[in-house]
């Protein structure tokens, strides 16, 4: 692929502004499973009582478990968040992104 | 797979049973389980079945990109099987499960510190991955970068990571296939190491991932069957099956609460690192983002592996459960029919002897099928990321400079596949004795430290150079080595040593940032003109990996 089609791209605000939203977006949510994930491990280290509380009196299940099933369920949704958001919404503006590009070739 | 502690857990179990079998003492009589003729008939026809595709798989692999990446055609939801197949092996199922059955909620924790990684490889890797990479990873890495230099060390970190992998698994497959099937750890390796090189050097990546997919089926099928037959038991209530459960496990209430296995927080973060960077750091695992078709599929792979590696942690934390009552109060499974002594065939057949009590010989064969099929599919996998680290970085790039006809490549990725098969055999022989525990951990940890370092920071930050890759690389892989040979499953364990003199087990909160440090600070001191021209180089490729524009496309037949 040529430079010059790259360095076009690279001057279309258009790209500047799908790589900020994307960028933040992907960050965004990677803090979000840093800060969730971190916490619960330092719950287990240094709160473990904590964790092994129950909080419905008619059940065995504890605040570590939900919390454990928690984050599988969570995360898995801030995958398919991800996954609509830049399969959609950013695909299409990258897509006009390229088209732009290979337009002003012709 | 990838369970640290469940692989240390499996492999250690074999471990003792290997040495008490070579004791000769009464425990060696369950060391060969009797020859398990449904077990060795549905493998059979796994064996059969994927013999099949590997020949249907062998016409379609005529180029270097169908036999690295199969042309790069495989759908989202085909890969997003196949990296379960590639992340889930026997030991998630049997050690993950024994850990539950002995453990309870410590396990599940462990099994949220195995997921994790999976959201942020998508967030921060997956597209930039398939938009950047062609074969290998370090196509990424070198992209801007001094190719020969770079290449050379990133297949060395490859070819570490695999080769201790590899062993792991080796080891662990032969331990568990004399147990299953009743066939001598000798007969278990060459069984192992020829299925995969036939796979592998036929059948290339198309024949790999389908193993890996149909592998992971029956894998979710198996574990889905003997929860369902095994909540019948208990109504289908959670809370009927943890009553009864805290009433008989020794544990009691505890059962149920996070216990002593990550109690201390540096441990517990340091293996929180290493199980999330590492897991994005492991070529095998990277490779299977470049046979897709494009960003859009590498995002959608992630969605489906992680969403059926989450559904079956779930699955196995039900399983170790549900055995606690159904194979712990049943001298049957025990030696010597005592329930508080131990059981038949060490800890880890708890989740077969689960199969059993619920679904007779027949699932017990099955789930014995599964775990076989399930080695197979992840050395395949394992081996054709050697082999490429071997002839497209390091014959290919390096020794040619990409010279190399594509028709020689091809035949020296076949040549590195069975000397690969050859030397896990080999080393598997040598290693049957020995506890291998630690070169899963050595594994992770050389992949957390000197993989991903480099190849985020080349996917990131423009200021890498060539200098600053090669000190962080080299360092990152020299510390992680260095740390675990010092850690007690090294310097206790195999040299026998009193006390270890690095007291963790995984080295990755270490060695990952004194990685990330010196490529950081050397890219910075770097003030050559080579240096400058990577600098100005990572415009192009910024773009390209943002927008997927001049990325390496599928192949077309």
Not at chain 2, 224 to 252: P, Y
């Given at each position: ?19 900020a ?74 897509k ?11 | ?15 003792l ?63 997003g ?65 001094n ?85 019948t ?5 959670f ?41 994005a ?90 775990a ?28 040619m ?41 050595l ?106 524009l ?7 037949h």
């Amino acid at each position: 692929m040529s430079s010059i089609a790259y360095a076009r791209i690279r001057n279309n605000p258009q790209f500047a502004q799908l790589v900020a939203a994307r960028g933040r977006f992907a960050w965004f949510l990677s803090a979000i499973v840093f800060i969730v994930f971190f916490s619960f491990v330092l719950a287990v280290a240094f709160a473990p009582d904590f964790l092994a509380q129950r909080p419905f009196a008619s059940s065995n299940i504890t605040i570590g478990i939900l919390a454990g099933l928690f984050q599988f369920i969570s995360f898995w949704l801030l995958t398919l968040m991800y996954v609509r958001r830049a399969n959609g919404e950013f695909d299409d503006l990258n897509k006009a992104i390229i088209d732009a590009a290979s337009r002003e070739d012709k | 797979m990838r369970a640290l502690n469940p692989v240390r857990s499996l492999a250690l179990g074999a471990g003792l049973f290997a040495s008490s079998a070579f004791a000769g003492d009464a425990i060696s009589q369950t060391a060969k389980q009797p020859i398990n003729l449904t077990a060795i008939g549905m493998f059979f026809i796994f064996v059969l079945m994927t013999l099949a595709i590997t020949y249907w798989a062998a016409s379609r692999t005529k180029s270097t990109a169908d036999f690295y990446t199969a042309g790069g055609g495989i759908t989202g939801a085909q890969n997003g099987l196949a990296i379960a197949g590639d992340y889930m092996s026997a030991a998630t199922l049997l050690g993950l499960t024994a850990m539950m059955y002995t453990r309870g909620v410590d396990a599940y924790i462990y099994m949220i510190a195995f997921f994790v990684g999976w959201p942020v490889i998508l967030f921060l890797m997956a597209e930039r991955l398939r938009n950047l990479g062609k074969f290998t990873f370090a196509d990424i890495t070198a992209y801007r970068l001094n190719q020969g230099k770079v290449r050379t060390m990133a297949a060395i970190s490859s070819l570490v990571v695999v080769c201790f992998y590899l062993v792991a698994q080796m080891v662990g497959a032969g331990q568990l296939i004399k147990l299953l099937f009743g066939l001598d750890y000798g007969i278990a390796l060459v069984v192992v190491g020829a299925l995969m090189m036939v796979y592998v050097t036929f059948g290339g990546m198309v024949a790999t991932t389908w193993v890996q997919i149909i592998k992971a089926c029956m894998l979710l099928f198996g574990g889905t069957t003997v929860v369902i037959l095994a909540m019948t038991q208990f109504n289908f209530s959670f809370d009927e099956l943890t009553t009864r459960a805290i009433d008989v496990h020794k544990l009691g209430t505890k059962l149920l609460a996070p216990g002593s296995l990550l109690a201390d927080p540096v441990t517990a973060i340091s293996l929180g690192l290493g199980l999330m960077f590492g897991t994005a750091g492991l070529p095998h695992i990277l490779m299977r983002f470049f046979t897709v078709t494009d960003a859009k599929e590498a995002r959608k792979s992630v969605l489906y592996a992680s969403g059926i590696v989450a559904y079956f942690f779930n699955v196995v934390a039900l399983m170790g459960l549900a055995a606690i009552i159904i194979v712990g109060q049943n001298p049957e499974y025990f030696e010597g029919g005592d329930i508080s002594g131990a059981i038949i065939g060490g800890g880890n057949m708890v989740a077969m002897h689960l199969a059993k009590a619920v679904g007779g010989d027949i699932l017990l064969g099955f789930l014995s099928a599964v775990a076989f099929a399930t080695i197979l599919a992840v050395v395949s996998g394992l081996a054709l990321a050697g082999a490429s680290a071997i002839s497209h970085d390091i014959y290919s790039r390096v020794i040619m400079k990409g010279k190399a006809t594509e028709k020689a490549e091809l035949r020296m990725s076949k040549f590195a596949t069975i000397g690969l098969g050859i030397v896990a055999v080999l080393l598997g022989l040598a290693f049957e004795k020995m506890n291998v525990a630690f070169m899963v951990a050595l594994a992770f940890g050389v992949a957390a430290s000197a993989n991903f370092p480099v190849l985020i920071l080349s996917m990131y930050w423009k200021g890498l150079t060539t200098r600053g890759a090669l000190a962080g690389g080299y360092l990152g892989l020299f510390s992680a080595v260095t740390l675990v040979v010092l850690s007690k499953s090294v310097w206790v364990d195999v040299f026998g040593f009193a006390a270890p003199l690095f007291p963790y087990t995984q080295p990755a909160l270490f060695s990952m940032p004194l990685a990330f440090l010196a490529t950081i600070i050397v890219s910075n001191m770097d003030t050559s003109r080579a240096a400058e021209a990577e600098r100005e180089a990572f415009g192009d490729q910024y773009v390209r990996a943002q927008t997927g524009l001049g990325a390496a496309t599928a192949s077309s037949h």
